[in-house]
């Protein structure tokens, strides 16, 4: 019966004209893409984008465009105001905050330059009006809270601006929780450990849910991640994140993780990143790093000085060494929706492919073979009604839960 009234729900939001059941349609790959909306919750995006260094309108060595997103039939992309965790001082929350304005720029500019083709949603109503005008929506995600500064004071902001969700950290703990992989020693960061989420975190985590802003424990450590799920008044998403049975990577989630996500009727956004689902050797990361020198590529930040043609050749270099080590493939990718599907059900698993941030893999190496996740899902027996869950469903379930609870307490504050 849960399952009966979460798929009715998550289908009504999407408000596509989608069978209850693949035979209806038999396997024709095509008309099931087509007519079910798909989801990236997360797309890694250049300050420069919307520029002609950047330029999302025509095919370019991106792996997201927008001519990709037609031809892989991708119509909703979270792009990700993503800011890299620094020293946790006031100097720090300014260069933060500084860069971040920079990410939410490019994501309006993208926007705002391709009127004809793009419209940005701020709640799941308008994405389904859009997608249904035949539009493409872009929504605004936002990785590591920690440009929201020492009090969070920049979080009406980034609501405004059309954030609806928030990862609590990225790499490296900060003021509001912990992460799942610690900096350390690093040089010139003061790195503060919380046992799990701060007092500040918890209360992030309160106005975050009174604004309708998702909660994201991608990147957060496993304490973290299931005291947030307990203190959220709505359920909270893993934005994307792997599976720590299939591999274990600190990035991972446990099996306690995600059922903890699961019982609170939250949705975890499997991840198409390599490197979490395989181990890459040493002598695969050498070569890698042969291929950076080789390119002039210095430094842990490199990848902000290249190009996007500088950046696709690197792509293609690094692809090319799988006849010696083999990338992760569509059906591994696959393999932890199964995962997730057989331990706490199939309304609990979604799709991320981290592009643009060094996602990636046979098969979907970019935004135009898309597709390619939905045939294999076929080929394993999913229903058509299960594929939109995976696809969107689910997360749009979650959003309009957050949404609604947000409205409610306006409402409460009003009377």
Known sequence: MKFLMVLLFSLFFVGCSVVSDKTDVGKDLDSIHQAITTIDTHIDVPVTLGTSL?????LSPMQVDIPKMRDGGLDVGFFIVYVAQGPVSDTGY???????????????????????????????????????????????????AFPLGNHFEHLQEFYDRGARYISLTHFGHNHFADSSVAKGAQADVEEPVNNGLSDIGRDLI?????LGIMVDISHTSKESTLEAVEVSQVPVIASHSGVKALFDHPRNLTDEEIKAIAERDGVIQLVAFDSY???????????????????????????????????????????????????????????????????????HAGIA??????????????????????????????????????????LLRVWSQVDAYAQRRVSQLAN
């Open 277 to 347: 689902m395989r181990t890459v050797t040493k002598e695969e990361k050498a070569e890698i790093a042969n291929i950076r020198k080789a390119m002039g590529f210095e430094g842990s930040d490199w990848y902000k000085k290249a190009t996007q043609e500088q950046l696709q050749e690197f792509r293609t270099r690094v692809a090319s060494l799988n006849d010696r080590w083999v990338r992760s493939t569509v059906a591994d990718f696959v393999d932890q929706i199964d995962y997730v599907a057989k331990l706490v059900g199939v309304e």
């Open 353 to 394: 492919s981290d592009f643009g941030g060094g996602g990636g893999i046979q098969g979907w190496d970019d935004i135009s073979q898309t597709r390619a996740i939905t045939e294999e899902l076929l080929n394993r027996g999913y229903s058509a009604a299960e594929i939109e869950l995976i696809w969107s469903g689910n």
């Open 54 to 58: 950047a330029n999302s309108s025509v």
């Open 94 to 144: 300014v260069q933060a905050y500084s860069q971040a304005q920079q990410k939410f720029n490019a994501i309006e500019r993208m926007v705002r330059k391709n009127p004809d083709n793009m419209v940005l949603a701020r709640n799941p109503e308008e994405l389904k009006s859009a997608v249904e005008a035949g539009k493409l929506v872009a929504v605004v995600g936002v990785e590591n």
């Open 206 to 210: 309160a106005s975050m849910n009174r």
